[in-house]
């Protein structure tokens, strides 16, 4: 059992959700990676997402696409988190996500990207510019040496390709919880929309799954884990740490925020 299925039943079985940072490496700071890695695990997250800084993100709103602008000046390349990871690694077990666009791995090689994400103790990939129709390559290469892939449901997917996307992900889904970008919000759907969704994914699915996009207080989490299996906060985190002028603030910053977002 690999370390994201094992986390997974661990929570089943003690009756609790999964809180899920996500966290743009060599932000606010360079150096910060490993220390806010760290503060993450002492705060009690249960999985982390590391993000892989590229020009060009589809998906990200302002608060990623700056915290990625930032990361670049600092001079963040797929070796430098992956080396991080390989740090963090040597003292933790708790399961790390690598969430980036296709074009960096296809760059860098996906063969070698797979070997060294094994190597430094990467659990897990999302790609949320590949399609599960086009991802057969880099799920098979994946399952060959043990990375699991999450795909993404969006509030527009229709039920048969949702027991399609939950059939295809390795350990558990990640649904988006709007049409849109990521980046903090006051509400999450409308009317009720958000419950319906989730309500329907989880109709049609067998694994796990968790919500992100636009989680940022203690009250969406709340109502995402009536639901779903876990909630990912990502830009309420990149924001609560933006101002930070040390690497040591921010990881308090960063504890700080788990704290209120699961309390």
Request: with cysteine; glycine share 8%; proline share 6%.
């Amino acid at each position: 059992m690999n370390r994201i299925k094992e986390k997974f039943a661990d929570l089943r079985h003690a009756g609790r959700k999964a809180l899920i940072p996500y966290l743009t490496p060599e932000f606010p700071l360079k150096g910060a990676t490993v220390p806010l890695l760290q503060a993450l695990e002492r705060s009690d997250a249960d999985l982390i997402e590391v993000g892989v800084p590229f020009s060009d993100p589809l998906a990200d709103g302002k608060t990623i696409q700056h915290s990625s602008e930032v990361a670049l000046r600092n001079g963040v390349t797929i070796p430098l988190i992956l080396g991080a990871v390989r740090q963090f690694r040597a003292s933790s077990v708790i399961p790390v996500l690598l969430m980036g666009y296709m074009n960096p791995i296809l760059r860098y090689g996906m063969k070698k990207f797979l070997a060294d994400c094994v190597a430094a103790g990467v659990d897990g990939l999302i790609v949320p510019d590949l399609p599960p129709e086009e991802g057969s390559d880099l799920v098979n290469e994946s399952k060959n040496v043990g990375i699991s892939n999450v795909f993404l449901i969006a509030p527009t997917t229709p039920a048969d390709r949702i027991r399609v996307i939950d059939r295809i992900s390795t350990d558990f889904s990640y649904c988006v919880s709007v049409t849109g970008v990521t980046g903090v919000r006051t509400e999450l759907g409308v009317n009720g929309s958000l419950d319906g969704f989730l309500q329907r994914v989880k109709a049609n699915t067998q694994k796990p799954f968790v919500v992100g996009f636009g989680i940022s207080t203690r009250e969406h989490v709340q109502r995402v884990w009536a639901i779903a299996d876990g909630a990912v906060v990502g830009s309420a985190l990149l924001q609560a740490i933006n101002d930070a002028r040390s690497i040591e603030e921010a990881a308090q910053h960063a504890n700080d925020c788990m704290v209120r977002l699961r309390s």
